[in-house]
């Protein structure tokens, strides 16, 4: 943190920390559905409306197919809006993500990272989200409540932003970051309506000039929609990273796509999303005592995917170990396996690289098995062959 | 229906598939559609507007004795055959 900054520390947990930040962006519209373990942000988002903290329209809605819905109408009519969910209630949604992105409508929503059923589990992982990435919102993962707080703020920038034009997931991982509490330092109101200013739509319903949003496309025209969906994707990096900059001016915490740990001159890395790079970062500090030459690459921004900063770390390792915090049934790889693999391929990169499965269903994942992750990748490095290219870690047999 | 090379590409349509000026429907001749052309026997119709009301396009046009059918948007249901009492609409193949 920069000198200059002076920020009130808060205790909160991570829910808290994201209904904060959505207070702080004076959100026109939010509409949701409680659902463990994003609840907290939602009764504290209504503590505010209720106290007269926020002017928001807070829309109490029957299900999360509905908050999503009525957040896309809300975006059309050019309203800021905010909303959050977890696992089945982001499930639930499915259909309205396809709405929310191909429509064009920016929305922050929290997604507060928890396993999806059957076997029913409250707990943390990735399916939820992974089960959704093809749904054309940019993803955004936070690894503690302060990143939490950060991305959510930004979030609202970056998805409003005309180039850009799109809905936004911040992933926090459920009840480790969700519910533990922690210092969060916080910018002033007056900075942070500043920074995230007032949204201006690029189109909004408006009977004084009538316009149809949602039409049918036909096999003539839904191509060119989807194209333009990749260009908009294909501009977000850009403008994050223009928002973390600016972000940073009134934060001093700088954000990018990833965050490198000790890579630069590694043998080899961890690749990971969320709360577990801290315990990586933990071990890969403690093996370098030991002389071992580790790192951590921690994704920030999972979509869009930071294939040329992921291929540029890539080329100075000799071995990675990607953490899929979900399972993708019947594939070669995990989700961002597979993306790293495809990263590999078109970057002509010859890193080698292995997938472990691990802390599913809130599953701890501990120290001395992250350090079994970073052995197998050295082991790996030093020319072993890659006996396992997928394997679970912390699975009784 | 015209040929794909004549439409806007992705770069030139607006974002989110927005219609953004009103009437553009109006565009789209849906008239491509047909199999089935209705073909008027004048004297047999008696301007009942039976088939004006059970349109559901509206391709019947009104007109001072007869009906006449609007091509450009006749999908070519047959409705208006089924429903014309004098059975003065015959369903004919498009060639």
């Given at each position: 943190m920069t000198k200059a900054v002076s920020q009130q520390i808060v205790g909160m947990n991570g829910d808290e920390a994201v209904a904060f930040a959505a207070k702080q962006a004076n959100v026109d519209v939010v509409a949701a559905y409680p659902i463990t373990p994003q609840t907290i942000i939602v009764e504290r988002f209504s503590d505010y409306v209720a106290n007269g903290e926020v002017d928001t329209q807070f829309v109490c809605v029957e299900s999360e197919h509905s908050a999503l819905s009525a957040c896309v109408g809300s975006s059309l009519a050019g309203s800021r809006v905010f909303t959050a969910t977890s696992s089945q209630g982001l499930a639930l949604m499915h259909e309205a993500l396809y709405l929310a992105s191909g429509l064009r409508t920016p929305i922050v929503m929290a997604v507060v990272n928890r396993a999806l059923s059957a076997p029913i589990n409250i707990h943390n992982d990735h399916s939820d989200m992974m089960g959704s990435r093809d749904c054309g919102w940019i993803q955004l993962y936070a690894e503690n409540a302060q990143e939490a707080y950060d991305l959510t703020l930004q979030a609202f920038r970056i998805g409003e932003d005309h180039s850009v034009s799109l809905p936004v997931t911040v992933n926090l991982d459920g009840f480790t970051i969700s519910h533990a509490m922690e210092g969060v330092a916080v910018i002033d109101d007056d900075q942070v309506c500043k920074f995230v200013g007032k949204r201006e739509p690029v189109y909004k319903l408006d009977p004084a000039k009538p316009m149809t949003f949602g039409p049918l496309t036909l096999p003539d025209y839904y191509s060119e929609f989807k194209r333009q969906q990749v260009d908009a994707m294909n501009s977000a990096p850009a403008v994050i990273r223009a928002v973390?900059?600016?972000?940073?001016?009134?934060?001093?915490?700088?954000?990018?796509d990833i965050s490198a740990f000790n890579v630069e001159d590694a043998d080899a890395a961890i690749i990971c999303l969320g709360s577990i790079a801290g315990t990586a970062r933990t071990v890969a500090a403690r093996l370098r005592q030991k002389g071992k030459r580790v790192g951590v690459i921690k994704i920030w921004q999972y979509r869009p995917f930071p294939t040329i900063e992921i291929a540029r770390l890539l080329s100075n390792l000799k071995c990675v170990g990607v953490i899929d915090r979900a399972v993708s049934f019947g594939a070669p790889?995990?989700?961002?396996?597979?993306?790293?693999?495809?990263?590999?391929?078109?970057?002509?990169?010859?890193?080698?690289?292995?997938?472990?499965?691990?802390?599913?269903?809130?599953?701890?994942?501990?120290?001395?098995?992250?350090?079994?992750?970073?052995?197998?990748?050295?082991?790996?490095?030093?020319?072993?062959?890659?006996?396992?290219?997928?394997?679970?870690?912390?699975?009784r047999a | 229906m015209s040929a794909e090379e004549d439409k806007p590409g992705w770069t030139s349509l607006a974002m989110g598939a927005v219609l953004v000026t009103p009437g553009s429907a109006v565009r789209n001749k849906t008239g491509t559609w047909r199999l089935k052309r209705p073909i008027l026997d004048p004297k047999k119709c008696t301007n009942c507007l039976i088939c004006w009301i059970y349109c559901p396009e509206p391709a019947i046009v009104r007109g001072a004795e007869t009906v006449e059918f609007n091509y450009d948007y006749c999908k070519g249901c047959g409705i208006?055959?089924?429903?014309?009492?004098?059975?003065?609409?015959?369903?004919?193949?498009?060639?």
């Open positions: 973390a900059n600016e972000f940073k001016k009134i934060s001093g915490r700088q954000y990018s790889y995990g989700a961002m396996c597979s993306d790293i693999a495809s990263t590999k391929e078109l970057t002509g990169i010859k890193t080698k690289i292995f997938n472990v499965i691990c802390g599913l269903g809130g599953r701890d994942v501990k120290p001395t098995e992250i350090e079994g992750i970073f052995e197998k990748a050295l082991a790996y490095a030093n020319g072993e062959p890659i006996d396992e290219p997928v394997s679970f870690v912390g699975v | 208006c055959a089924v429903e014309c009492p004098l059975k003065a609409v015959s369903m004919t193949e498009e060639t």
